[in-house]
């Protein structure tokens, strides 16, 4: 069964710090991966996303993920993190030619910064 | 242009009641998805629309429907309300459907049943 694992409920990291936030997939082929974020009382923003092509793939607002074949992985990182990007983040997945509508969502990770 | 809009923002109902919920999405998009977010289940695709059809249905008791308009809104009926169907409801709109764009979510609609 496809799913989507994001191994980490809750990170807390300094402002300024690196982060990297993981998200693992099952999957019968390539899917198409998505991170989306979402702050308090607000829908989903689409960060990056990958479809084909170079693994490394840039986003809005410094983000970057990495796709990993070979360890059915798609990790978000961010050299340095700032207060605002303290959010929930979600890692999905998607079926080549299928609907978009049809995206599996990780359980998310709550980013935490601190001053 | 105006984002993806959700009303209302927020219900408070009570057990075996229905209630409706609508979206309107994005100036000339034409697809809507309906997205549950709970704290147990996390985000769960519900059903999406595209020219007036459901092209995709998730795994939710019949109790959940939908529709949409010609004019693409799209409104989400939750009949016989239970407990476990309070949650964050989440629409999402698209230019097109059958192949992945980019979906541009609205703020949501937090349903409380009592």
């Known amino acids: 069964a496809q799913s989507v694992t994001q191994p980490d409920i809750h990170i807390t990291v300094s402002e300024g710090a690196s982060l990297e936030l993981r998200c693992n997939y099952s999957?019968?082929?390539?899917?198409?991966l998505f991170w989306y974020v979402q702050s308090p009382g607000q829908g989903l923003q689409l960060l990056l996303k990958y479809f084909s092509g170079d693994t490394l793939v840039q986003g809005i607002k410094g983000f970057e993920a990495e796709f990993k074949r070979s360890q059915s992985s798609f990790n978000l990182r961010k050299p340095s993190v700032h207060w605002s990007d303290a959010a929930e983040y979600f890692c999905a997945v998607g079926a080549r030619g299928g609907s978009q509508g049809n995206l599996i969502f990780g359980k998310g990770t709550k980013l935490s910064v601190k001053p | 242009k105006a984002g993806v809009t959700q009303t209302p923002r927020y219900l408070i109902k009570t057990r075996g009641q229905q209630v409706t919920l609508s979206c309107s999405p994005i100036?000339?998009?034409?697809?809507v998805s309906w997205y549950q977010q709970t704290p147990g289940q996390g985000l769960q695709f519900l059903f999406e629309?595209?020219?007036?059809?459901?092209?995709n249905k998730g795994n939710f008791p019949g109790r959940f429907s939908g529709r949409q308009f010609s004019n693409s809104r799209s409104e989400m009926n939750v009949s016989t309300l239970e407990l476990g169907d309070s949650a964050l409801y989440l629409c999402?709109?698209?230019?097109?459907?059958?192949?992945?764009?980019?979906?541009?979510f609205g703020p949501g609609t937090r349903l409380t049943v009592l």
């Open positions: 100036s000339g998009h034409r697809s």
């Open positions: 999957y019968g082929a390539t899917p198409y």
């Open positions: 629309y595209f020219s007036e059809t459901q092209r």
């Open positions: 999402a709109s698209s230019a097109v459907a059958g192949d992945y764009n980019e979906q541009f």
